[in-house]
């Protein structure tokens, strides 16, 4: 295992990393985030008759830059949960490592499972919650929250702290089982690449293409699970007072379809957002880091 001061210079490093490489993601994905969230969100009114009628009332309702509504909040969030979800990662790979440095494929699961639950608490709940909230409030004919931090501010009036962790479990699960699926798939892959020599640097456009497996695995895994956590951190979280009481209502009252509401919008999402932050990131940290932080 690496000296204390090392290990501590490598989590800090990815947490940089990963804080960049989320900030930049974002920018790019956003508008595909957004759109997936108000057909899920769209079960009382029904006012969108799919994806591309979401988008084409969006942009004539509120103009093009409609899209990006409610942006800084996923971008603040999305710097402070990929920072925390590659921080994490590297913590847990040099706890869990063997004597060598070496990583069974149990333990590359593991670290990427712990690291999704780690930002799951530290950040990916509070601000997800918020930002929900946020965007079902554009759904009223006189919206109650003035912006971001008004809308902060009276939702924590309102609910408490407890109210921006509602769907922590649902969320964690979600959280975990992704950067399990994400980090274990990627690391094969990049062993699979490289062999047994471990100075091999990964071309980065099949990093890309790694990513792309990657996420798409991830979504195919537990669209689901997102689905349930996006319900109960919603404007009507309060009537499903659990993970399981909130799939039972989803499935009795709209059948088992609901659960797969906006996966073609995620699984694009997910799969430009994986490749694209593990591109970034590796790029920091190989490229960058690596030659001016040692």
């Not at 921080?87 to 712990?114: M, P, V």
């Not at 780690?118 to 079902?136: H, R, Y």
């Not at 702290?161 to 892959?189: C, D, E, H, P, W």
Request: hydrophobic fraction near 45%.
């Amino acid at each position: 295992m690496p000296p204390k001061d090392k290990r501590e210079k490598k989590v800090l490093k990815g947490a940089l990393a990963g804080g960049i490489a989320g900030g930049l993601e974002v920018l790019f994905t956003y508008p595909t985030d957004f759109i997936k969230t108000q057909l899920q969100l769209d079960r009382f009114e029904k006012k969108y008759d799919g994806t591309l009628d979401c988008i084409r009332k969006t942009i004539k309702r509120h103009g093009f830059f409609g899209l990006y509504r409610g942006m800084s909040i996923l971008l603040l969030g999305s710097i402070a949960k990929v920072a925390s979800r590659f921080g994490a990662y590297e913590f847990y790979t040099l706890e869990l490592q063997e004597e060598d440095g070496s990583h069974t494929i149990l333990k590359t699961f593991l670290s990427g499972l712990l690291a999704g639950a780690t930002e799951a608490v530290v950040a990916v709940t509070p601000l997800e919650t918020i930002k929900l909230k946020i965007m079902n409030d554009m759904h009223r004919t006189r919206p109650r929250y003035n912006g971001l931090f008004h809308g902060v501010r009276c939702i924590l009036r309102r609910e408490g702290i407890r109210g921006i962790y509602r769907g922590l479990s649902a969320t964690v699960l979600k959280q975990g089982t992704n950067q399990a699926i994400r980090f274990f798939l990627m690391v094969t892959q990049k062993d699979l690449y490289a062999g047994t020599d471990s100075a091999v640097i990964v071309p980065m456009p099949l990093i890309g293409i790694f990513g792309v497996i990657s996420g798409a695995a991830s979504v195919l895994g537990n669209t689901p699970i997102d689905v349930i956590k996006t319900r109960m951190q919603g404007f009507k979280s309060i009537k499903n007072k659990s993970a399981m009481e909130c799939a039972t209502e989803i499935l009795r009252k709209e059948g088992a379809g609901a659960f797969f509401k906006g996966s073609v919008m995620r699984m694009a999402r997910v799969c430009i957002d994986v490749a694209l932050t593990f591109m970034i990131y590796d790029s920091l940290m190989e490229y960058v880091f690596a030659n001016l932080w040692t």
